[in-house]
């Protein structure tokens, strides 16, 4: 049964929370702007407007956010004592028990709730308030690599579903017996990308390959390139004359239409570093629709939200530079390795965690991960010595 000293534990993180958070000074901010939109020509810009809604409606999750975890925090003391003078008396040992149960499964919703505020808070980066785009790519290994790539397809789906996050895989290319070479899929809702950002790097799978015969043990990798979503309040540059298009007939399922009219679409665009002159292309594939200029639209969304990435990396480099640091991770690094066998362990090489729970980690069980990520990234510790596990 939840002890008296976890509540209080949890009491003590709420009390740092109301200072950390400010929690009187959003109350009043939330106040102060919520008046403002009572003024009858409010609407009258309805771009300024949504932009200011969305403000006000970021401060005001902190309040409501907190106030939640406090209420429930405030009914398990009532809970706690419920549950012991039940223990302790002359209740029927089910009752006692269920009462009990009933504590443990409030203590785990409050709990939740701070981590969720605890982890939250440390999102106060450039961007991390997006949403969020995530490429994954397939590494070498044909059917293998690319049914790794479709678990891990449905592995940051289920986390997005279990984070109340609205998903659409904007660009699929199916692999040639299963699983798929690539995938993009579209995260939209509130500090998307400031969670997944995470989740950039190579990650690495180490099992008995159902694709092998002699059944042997393989690994094989896969990408994972995460960059923000970015809206209409955004302003990015995208000089047209660098910019080409194709349209090819998206392949995959959807009916007949789907192989007969040219609905998805190909951007290319010329970027060109600002500082050394360098040039590279970005390549935009999209064929979420069989609406050829809706995907039109959604590729110019994609390449601008893909220009605020480079931009917001280079104004990163330069605060590096100043600070004399170096990024401990770059893109393109293996961060994790999910082992299936001989034992099962997923690793985060970059903070040292590990978990046995491999089928609740490929379900979408990130947060941990995640968390213990912004917290290295925020204190700027060291990357731990981790043992392969290969």
């Known amino acids: 049964m939840t002890t008296k000293e976890q509540i209080e534990d949890l009491r003590g993180r709420m009390e740092a929370l109301y200072t950390f958070l400010d929690i009187p000074g959003k109350r009043a901010q939330v106040a102060a702007l919520q008046k403002k939109t ?9 771009k ?8 006000l409606n970021g401060i005001r999750s902190w309040v409501t956010g907190y106030d939640k975890a406090f209420s429930g925090l405030e009914d398990l003391d009532v809970l706690y004592e419920f549950a012991k003078e039940s223990l302790a008396g002359s209740a029927e040992e089910s009752a006692a028990t269920a009462e009990a149960e009933e504590l443990d499964q409030a203590y785990s919703t409050v709990l939740g709730e701070i981590d969720a505020l605890e982890m939250r808070n440390m999102l106060g980066a450039e961007g991390d308030s997006l949403g969020a785009i995530l490429t994954i790519n397939s590494g070498a290994g044909g059917t293998e690599a690319n049914d790794w ?56 799978l180490v099992r008995i390959s159902p694709f092998n015969a002699q059944g042997k043990r393989q690994t094989t990798f896969s990408s994972v390139f995460v960059y923000p979503l970015v809206d209409d309040t955004i302003e990015v540059n995208v000089d047209p004359s660098r910019l080409s298009w194709d349209t090819f007939r998206a392949g995959g399922h959807g009916g007949q239409n789907v192989n007969k009219v040219e609905s998805g679409v190909r951007l290319r665009y010329l970027y060109q570093d600002p500082d050394t002159g360098k040039e590279e292309e970005i ?31 280079k104004r990163q480099e330069e605060r590096d530079k100043l600070e004399g640091q170096k990024k401990r991770i770059e893109w393109g690094s293996q ?47 060291a990357t731990p010595v981790i043992d392969d596990l290969d």
């Not at 009572?38 to 309805?46: G, H, L, Q, R």
């Not at 300024?48 to 403000?55: C, L, S, V």
């Open 48 to 55: 300024a407007a949504e932009a200011f809604m969305k403000n």
């Open 335 to 381: 961060i994790r390795s999910y082992v299936l066998h001989p034992y099962k362990m997923v690793n985060d090489l970059r903070t040292g965690y590990k978990t046995a729970d491999t089928t609740g980690v490929l379900d979408g069980d990130l947060n941990e991960f995640m968390k213990r990520f912004l917290m290295q990234e925020g204190s700027g510790g």
């Open 149 to 204: 790539s479709a678990m891990l397809m449905r592995m940051y789906l289920r986390w997005g579903e279990r984070n109340g996050y609205k998903t659409v895989v904007t660009d699929i290319q199916d692999g040639d017996e299963a699983g798929v070479k690539s995938v993009t899929v579209e995260f939209d809702g509130e500090y998307a990308y400031g969670y997944l950002k995470a989740e950039n790097g190579v990650h690495r």
């Open 38 to 46: 009572e003024s009858p020509d409010f609407w009258n810009d309805p």
């Open 283 to 313: 390549l935009i594939e999209n064929t979420e629709t069989r609406d050829q200029p809706k995907n039109r639209a959604k590729a110019l969304l994609l390449l601008r939200s893909r220009l605020y990435d480079l931009a917001m990396k």
